[in-house]
């Protein structure tokens, strides 16, 4: 969170663990961060990083075999883990509310798309049949669909992907939410439609003065879009800092080959290297760094000792014990 | 629409044809209906001539015609036995049986569609499990057995329910119902409930089947993630969605229940259609048994339709072609 900015979220060493047949995984392992208010913060990291796990964590929708372990969720203050389930129901949606990676998935498919966004009225607000109405249509209209009126009665089917994706937004948006957690809301739709449900998406946040985390495994994504960037692996934090200061000083390896996998629009280089080497099995974690066996700098200490978090001045830090300082080219 | 109806209409008169034909030919492997109407002593004589009115001495084809003539011109034949129009016979037995099996199928359906929701939201509850465990008495327990123990029980021992009979009926628009007298519901109930239990256990099985299915989809984690409360989760949005099957089913287990309510007719003597198609088959009534055996095959037929109507009804994605 940059300096100056009032707290909304601050998750502090939050633990999700599954303990599934297979054995405890430790999908979340201690993990810190703060959303400032108005705030944009981008969650990324390769695939089972534990990003979505963060997400339904901060709402409470962990379900058995998983459990929130440990750990401090603050919302506004108090803590979400010592909310009862129906205190939870009505920050859902109203205060906290999410969107997910599969537009064509997350509509209920026989309900018209009117009832699924007036639900959330009906939930969170004392309006009367007509003015939700009313504000259902102006708010599909927001999100850039045209004749919301009779959009209404469609059913899902009815609609594109990327029209879907509108209408969850709208869904996320319509109780003025605080915090909007998105998951991946892009990545299931092609590329043209992406760019323009996350300009959308930054523009209805910005508007309301609402906070957002973005999840991600793109950074390109993030660094369009973030204030400020958290980067994990293995369900832990290896740097995280505000967005411009991040992408241009990379601290971790793991970020820097992050970053040298978005493809380069305006530079001469077209490079797009993968991170070589795959994601180590969460169940059963070497010791020392997680990154280790990928890492082109590893070292000796490496294998033994897991780095803590250091910082590297007001709000930066990073989990190495060889940080990296050079800048890189712009 | 209308070109639905149409192909619905055709399907229907085809499939009444060839269920016709088929029992048609079945009836002339079975007994001989002409000692059924002869006396024990009758001459040689008098059976040929018995067997001429009936027209028995006719080729199996020549038979089939004038059965279907007389069809086209609304006579269905006549009982052997009751010497009374057998279509006429059917269906003043029928609102009997139908009234069984509607409180039956609302039994089931009461009982059946929360274990399973529930079931299917927590399937690894205790309770899931006993209800599972239960569900499958009701299918493997026969139907008779638990008739008897019911009537033993029940009627018997304890005397709170009659143990057989309909009870008070009252006339309505010439039809005999015993929904409108207390009598009557105190005669229905325990038939009724002997017969649902196999139905409540497979409807059961197949909403809890559909729950867990639909558990798994976003829509359900969305509506969480909306604020809606769990059991609104449950009964708004999965419900729906995992109804395709349960209807489908429900469909066919109404058909069955009144074309085959035989078994529990009979324990309970209830005066219904099941009991006259026993009877019917016991003394080669061969009308009673054709027009049945059609009826039974239209009732089949429209259920159909009207299960294809309810798709339509749950799903906006299904139209009828
Ligand atoms: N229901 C579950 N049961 C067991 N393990 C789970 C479950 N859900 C998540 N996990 C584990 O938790 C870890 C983090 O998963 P998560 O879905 O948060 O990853 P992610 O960063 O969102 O990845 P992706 O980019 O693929 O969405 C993974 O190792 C995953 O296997
Ligand atoms: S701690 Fe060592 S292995 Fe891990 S990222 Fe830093 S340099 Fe690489
Ligand atoms: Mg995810």
């Known amino acids: ?330 | 629409m209308l070109g639905y109806l149409t192909k619905r209409l055709i399907q229907m008169t085809i499939v009444l044809w060839v269920v016709s034909v088929i029992v048609f030919m079945m009836m002339s492997f079975t007994g001989d209906p002409v000692f059924m109407v002869v006396p024990i002593d009758a001459t040689d004589a008098e059976i040929a001539q018995a067997r001429r009115i009936l027209g028995l001495d006719q080729s199996l084809l020549v038979q089939y015609v004038k059965f279907l003539t007389s069809i086209f011109e609304g006579d269905f034949g006549r009982s052997y036995v009751f010497r009374q129009p057998a279509l006429e016979l059917i269906l003043q037995r029928m609102p009997a049986t139908i009234e069984m099996v509607l409180v039956a199928m609302a039994f089931a359906v009461i009982v059946s569609i929360p274990l399973g929701v529930y079931a299917g939201a927590h399937p690894d509850s205790r309770i899931s499990k006993t209800i599972m465990a239960g569900s499958l008495f009701g299918i493997s327990l026969p139907g008779f057995w638990v008739g008897m123990m019911l009537i033993y029980l029940l009627a018997v021992q304890w005397g709170w329910f009659p143990s057989s009979g309909r009870g008070d009926t009252v006339e309505v628009f010439g039809l005999r119902l015993s929904l409108l007298t207390t009598d009557g519901w105190h005669h229905i109930i325990l038939p009724a409930f002997t017969l649902s239990l196999a139905t409540t256990a497979i409807i059961l099985r197949i909403t809890r089947a559909g729950m867990m299915e639909v558990g798994r989809q976003d829509y359900m984690k969305f509506a969480r993630a909306k604020g809606v409360a769990p059991r609104d989760v449950l009964f708004r949005h999965g419900l729906k969605n995992s109804l395709i099957p349960v209807v489908t089913i429900f469909g066919l287990q109404i058909g069955d229940l009144i074309a085959f309510a035989t078994i529990t007719e009979t324990i309970f003597s209830w005066p219904g259609m099941g009991k006259l198609l026993i009877d019917s088959i016991y003394r080669a009534d061969r009308p009673v048994i054709v027009v049945y055996l059609m009826l039974v095959a239209l009732i089949f037929v429209v259920i159909n339709f009207l299960v294809d109507l309810l798709y339509t009804l749950i799903d906006p994605r299904i139209t009828l072609k």
Request: glycine share 8%; aromatic share 4%; with cysteine.
């Open chain 1, 1 to 330: 969170m940059s300096a100056g900015k009032q707290s909304l979220l601050e998750v502090r060493d939050l633990k999700t663990r599954f303990y599934t047949f297979a054995g405890v995984v430790n999908a979340v392992d201690g993990v810190s961060f703060t959303v400032g208010r108005g705030e944009i913060l981008g969650l990324v990291g390769e695939s089972g990083g534990g990003k979505s796990v963060i997400g339904f964590s901060i709402l409470g929708l962990i379900d058995p075999p998983g459990k929130v372990d440990d750990g401090e969720i603050l919302f506004d203050g108090t803590d979400l883990r010592r909310k009862s389930e129906k205190e939870l129901q009505k920050i859902r949606g109203k205060d906290i509310a999410m969107v997910f990676q599969d537009p064509m998935t997350s509509l209920n498919p026989l309900q018209t798309v009117g009832e699924q966004i007036d639900e959330m009225l009906r939930l969170h607000s004392d309006l009367d049949a007509r003015a939700r109405r009313a504000r259902c249509i102006e708010m599909l209209t927001d999100v850039g669909i045209s004749e919301a009126d009779k959009r209404l009665n469609n059913y899902p089917h009815q609609f594109s992907g990327g029209m879907r994706q509108r209408v969850v937004i709208a869904i996320a948006m319509i109780a003025g939410p605080l915090l909007i957690i998105a998951d991946e809301p892009t990545t299931a739709l092609d590329v043209t439609i992406q760019s323009q449900i996350l300009k959308l998406m930054r523009r209805q946040v910005r508007e309301r003065d609402a906070s957002m985390i973005l999840i991600t495994h793109d950074l390109a994504v993030v660094s369009q879009m973030a204030d400020e960037i958290v980067v994990l692996y293995c369900g832990k934090i290896v740097e995280k800092g505000p967005k411009q200061d991040l992408i241009s000083k990379p601290a971790h390896p793991y970020t820097q080959g992050l970053l040298g996998s978005i493809p380069k629009l305006h530079g001469r280089q077209e490079r797009l290297t993968q991170i070589p080497g795959t994601v180590p099995d969460v169940r059963n974690l070497p010791k020392g760094c997680n990154f280790r066996e990928r890492c082109p700098f590893a070292q000796a200490r490496c294998a033994e000792e897991e780095p803590e978090q250091i910082s590297l001045g007001a709000d930066r830090s990073v989990a190495c014990h060889f940080p990296l300082e050079q800048e890189l080219e712009p």
